[in-house]
Nanobody
Framework: EVQLQAFGGGLVQPGGSLRLSCAAS????????MTWVRQAPGKGFERLSY????????SYTDSVKGRFTISRDNAKNTLYLQMNSLKPEDTAVYYC??????????????WGQGTQLTVSS
């Protein structure tokens, strides 16, 4: 069974940093592209970032470009999201999601429970 569990959320002050992790199991992690998605209170899902199966190609939506960095450790079946210069509008539940292919796709076929990030002073 495919399982994706995000960890590392919490309360952070504006301008602060935090790293999220996602533990993956139930599939060959190194064969698939991965994404980070978030849902802010009262809003829909927003795709934040993408990384291909090997980790050599990444992309970011404009709202987080230059502040967030996606990475992966295929030996540990783990996806990461380093978040810097955090803003109150980053407050959301963050989810990791599996893409159905090894490279870019606007689709994802599995996602986990997510972890809450609150940015507030």
């Amino acid at each position: 069974e495919v399982q994706l569990q995000a960890f590392g959320g919490g309360l952070v002050q504006p301008g602060g940093s935090l790293r999220l992790s996602c533990a993956a199991s139930g599939f060959t992690f190194s064969s698939y592209a991965m994404t980070w998605v978030r849902q802010a209170p009262g809003k829909g899902f927003e795709r934040l970032s993408y990384i291909n199966s090997g980790g050599g190609s990444t992309s970011y939506t404009d709202s987080v470009k230059g502040r967030f960095t996606i990475s992966r450790d295929n030996a540990k079946n783990t996806l990461y999201l380093q978040m810097n210069s955090l803003k109150p509008e980053d407050t959301a539940v963050y989810y990791c999601a599996k893409s159905p292919y090894s490279d870019y796709s606007p689709w994802y076929d599995y996602w986990g429970q997510g972890t809450q990030l609150t940015v507030s002073s």
